[in-house]
């Protein structure tokens, strides 16, 4: 199965021009017969040029969130949000959801989540679902975080199981411990390697479900191949390396060398 990269640009870059300019940057990465699925998420505002541009590559789109409810006849009053079926529409492959920095900025609940999860997988998004411990959690041990991760899951997959397109591998799980975010201070690939691992047995025996597991927090070209070398960690999402293209580009090279 191929690894997966997810560039997570936030809200970045600040214009168009500086948009189309990273995104141009990528298209020289060879992914055609590379070993990485690359996935890109930028601001709302630029998928309808980044979308339609990956069209013609093999580098998918996703979008940064997704709302629980589609337009219908009268029924789009929600201001400011946009709907899985909008996204659709934009050719997008896959929509974050439950990331970190909306639980806390956005105050996002595993309710709304799990509300979010489930409208965009019955409208055929895939869903990269974020789940991880803050850093109080962690200082209690492996158990506590373990569980804080498990009580997550449990809730923003409620019902999951009577969604059959879960059966076409349409999640993946990012696990992203919240104290390493931004932090410049990874996780180390050891225990991010037992979580994972935990995740996808709860996964398999709750769910009856494979799904992709990813890393997230603080990754960078010079710590990716400490854990995308094991086989259970699936991938990563990263955030500040990839809205620097040589950076980006970097992390991608070193595990197609990996590969290899």
């Not at 959801?97 to 055929?124: Q, W």
């Not at 979580?195 to 996964?203: A, N, R, S």
Request: aromatic share 8%; with cysteine; glycine share 6%.
């Amino acid at each position: 199965m191929k690894k997966m990269i997810i560039a997570n640009w936030k809200m970045n870059p600040s214009s168009i021009k500086e948009a189309n300019k990273l995104f141009d940057s990528l298209l020289t990465i060879k992914n055609n017969d590379s070993k990485i699925e690359v996935v890109v998420a930028p601001p709302f505002v630029y998928l309808p040029f980044i979308s339609l541009g990956s069209e013609k590559t093999d580098i998918k789109c996703a979008s940064q969130d997704v709302f629980w409810e589609n337009p219908s006849v009268g029924g789009g009053a929600y201001t400011g949000e946009i709907s899985p079926k909008m996204l659709k529409d934009l050719y997008v492959d896959y929509a974050i959801i439950g990331h970190s920095e909306r639980r806390k900025y956005i105050g996002e609940t595993d309710e709304m989540i799990n509300r979010k999860v489930k409208a965009a997988l019955n409208e055929g998004l895939k869903v990269i679902l974020c789940v991880g411990e803050p850093l109080e959690v962690r200082k209690k041990g492996k158990k506590a975080a373990m569980d804080f991760v498990k009580n997550q899951l449990q809730k923003d997959l409620k019902d999951i199981k009577k969604l059959s397109v879960v059966g076409r591998r349409s999640l993946v799980i990012a696990y992203e411990p919240i104290w390493a975010i931004g932090t410049g201070v990874p996780a180390h690939s050891n225990d991010a390697l037992e979580m994972i691992k935990y995740i996808k047995q709860l996964l398999a025996k709750s769910y009856n479900l494979k799904a992709r597991v990813l890393y997230g927090g603080s990754v960078n070209s010079k710590n990716i191949i400490d854990f995308v070398k094991h086989n259970e960690i699936d991938g990563a999402l990263v955030g500040g390396a990839s809205i620097n293209s040589k950076e980006f580009k970097k992390i991608v090279e070193k595990i197609n060398k990996l590969n290899n």
